[in-house]
């Protein structure tokens, strides 16, 4: 198809966050498809200092999917101006025999990544209309683009789109066999699904042992002609994998809107909702119904690592809730004047029940590889217990460097996966030690700080800067929570009896791949012994053995098994917690813990360094 009539719609949204007014139908005019480009080479990468965090490509592009070393599948990527870090992103599964670029528009996902700085992913049968082979083809495009192909997607907000009834049929599929590859799917213009599909999802266990294909949650809006029996049967399926409540709810975007009931946990939310409308799938080519999936059907609600089958939470607005974005030129500490400068960025969040009048408890918290300081900020479960707790949080987003990345038949580059340098500056890369140090005075120059109650946390490798924080930073930083990391990967120094003592509490998954063995294995025995060490703990890592259902710890408590380190005085100084069931993630549970029973009870006096538990010095 060359050309088509199309309905356009304009307006942009700020990085910060801002939501503007629905999409509105503006003129009708016939569009010229446009020729994809090539995205760019590799080793033609450079870093921007003045806008270190940009997206280095804009527009429309080609992208090739090896799907098996025989097949390669075509796809595109739309990429809007002015989009930032980890920014959700929609595959959408173009109809047979259109133009991608011209349904890009027609179906008004455009517009509507125009508006939200949404990524969008175009994805094309192979000729011959979409089928059931092509369920490996969505399957290793979704991994692909979750390694970064020159834009900084998010995983966690993946969501699928199909229009017509065999795109929606493989999309249908995939979802259900492959729940934890998707936040939310639509199927627009779905047939149904067969009794045999259903009783297949209800009868494997899904990537968590115990808990079938048909049992996880996945948001979903359902468009037909008619309510068949297959509709409705995929209905059924939904609402029950959902906890939706019996009696839908009507509303104006849809003729069927079933909400979950209440329940779930602060780590796996009952959150999905599911829509199901009965119309004509090609009166859905609009900018109206395309931000209507988006915002009542996918927004919000991410699928988050947490068990096998990812763990589903909401995650809303960030600067609606109240968070605040800085940008500031940062010396990198490579030149001695300070001349390195580079753009860092930082998020901050004054929990609801802090009083302003009043010094408040600083917790920083640190993303993984790959993350940001935007979206670590809600869904690691810090900023609820800066609510509940009256904290104050401050969320960086790491340094990046300049280096080639082979994986997954990619050939991309580091620039696109921001992490933690926990060593030194050098010629490309700026020292986030020295940021953090920097972010510490700025943070106590701007708001009411209790720097006696000045903490650290963070997920993988910000897990690594929270045990580097503690080892370089201790006159800053009281204690530390450690999660999906057993150690900084560099070289643990001698403890010196100078040293300033800072209390730990660390995390681990038992099914983490990333650390197999959790605190067994020789990066935590190195980092541990020198914690223990340091802080003065009577016995070392080698005092139990891990990893090994609990024979021989300090306690259990449901899904932590805990290991803990005292001094003489029968302080906790240094504290490991492995968690069952939870792969390479941070929980929100874990955070309160972290708070609960370790920050809460340690302070530090600023000027003496003395480290104190409950109110009593630490000797």
């Known amino acids: 198809m060359n050309m088509m009539l199309c309905t356009l719609a304009c307006a942009t949204m700020s990085a910060q966050g801002i939501k503007e007014q629905p999409v509105e139908k503006a003129e ?82 455009k517009a509507v990544s125009d508006k939200e700085l949404l990524s969008i992913v175009l994805m094309e049968d192979d000729g011959n209309g979409w089928g059931e082979d092509d369920v490996s083809y969505i399957n290793e495009l979704n991994i692909d683009v979750s390694y970064r192909p020159f834009f900084c997607a998010f995983s966690s907000s993946f969501y699928g789109v199909a229009y017509g009834p065999d795109a929606s049929s493989s999309l249908m599929k995939h979802g259900m066999l492959n729940p934890k590859s998707w936040a939310g799917i639509a199927l627009v213009g779905t047939d149904g699904v067969a009794a045999d599909l259903v009783r297949q999802a209800q009868s494997t266990d899904s990537r968590v042992p115990g808990i079938k294909q048909s049992e996880v949650e996945m948001p979903v809006w359902i468009v037909s002609e008619s309510r068949s029996e297959a509709v409705g049967r995929l209905i059924d399926f939904y609402r029950a994998a959902n906890h939706s409540m019996l009696i839908p709810e009507q509303v104006e ?29 090609k009166t859905c080519l609009d900018a109206q119904f395309a931000e209507d999936v988006y915002r009542k059907a996918f927004q919000g609600v991410y699928r988050y690592p947490g068990d096998a089958n990812g763990a589903l939470r909401r995650n809303d607005d960030i600067f609606v809730r109240g968070f605040e974005k800085f940008e500031k030129k940062v010396p990198g500490g490579m030149q001695a004047d300070g001349s390195d400068l580079y753009t860092r960025e930082w998020y901050v969040y004054v929990g609801k029940r802090v009083d ?27 900023a609820q217990v800066a609510d509940d707790r009256g904290l104050i949080i401050v969320m960086p987003t790491g340094s990046h460097i300049r280096k080639v990345r082979e994986v997954s038949n990619i050939r991309t580059n580091e620039l696109f996966r921001a992490m933690w340098n926990v060593s030194g500056a050098t010629e490309e890369r700026p020292s986030d030690l020295l940021f953090v140090r920097y972010l510490y005075q700025w943070m106590c120059e701007h708001y009411l700080i209790d720097q006696n109650k000045v903490y650290a946390s963070g997920q993988s490798s910000g897990g690594m800067m929270s045990w580097a924080c503690a080892r370089d930073l201790g006159d800053i930083f009281v204690a530390v929570a450690p999660i999906s990391a057993n150690g900084t990967l560099t070289a643990v120094p001698v403890p010196d009896e100078d040293d300033p003592k800072v209390a730990i509490i660390g995390f681990i998954g038992e099914l983490d791949t990333t650390f197999k063995g959790g605190f067994g294995g020789e990066a935590a025995h190195e980092t541990i012994d020198y914690w223990t060490r340091r802080n003065g703990c009577v016995h070392g890592w080698d005092a139990y ?9 300090t306690c259990k408590s449901d899904l932590f098994t805990n290991y803990v380190y005292e001094n003489a005085q029968g302080v906790p100084m240094v504290r490991a917690v492995e968690v069952a069931t939870k792969t390479h993630a941070i929980w929100p549970s874990e955070c309160y813990v972290a708070w609960d029973e370790c920050f809460s009870h340690f302070t530090k006096d600023k000027v003496s360094g003395k480290l104190f538990f409950d109110g009593k010095e630490v000797k």
């Open 28 to 109: 009708t005019r016939l569009l010229e498809s446009v020729v994809p480009k090539e995205l760019p080479n590799a080793e033609s990468m450079v870093i921007n200092r003045d806008d270190y965090y940009g997206q280095v490509i804009e527009g429309y592009y080609h992208f090739d999917c090896v799907v098996s070393k025989d097949l390669t599948r075509k796809a595109k990527f739309y990429i809007p101006h002015g989009t930032v870090y980890n920014q959700p992103t929609v595959f959408v599964m173009v109809p047979s025999g259109e133009d991608p670029y011209l349904f890009l528009v027609q179906s008004g996902w």
């Open 356 to 382: 302003r009048t009043k010094a408040a408890p600083l917790v920083f918290v640190f993303h993984g590889a790959g993350g940001s300081g935007n979206e670590i900020a809600d869904r690691s479960g810090w």
């Open 253 to 281: 975007f849809a003729d069927e809107l079933y909400r979950p009931r209440r329940g779930g946990t602060d780590d796996n939310q009952w959150c999905a909702n599911v829509l199901y409308s009965e119309k004509d799938w």
């Open 545 to 553: 053995t891990y990893m090994d259902g609990g024979k021989n710890c």
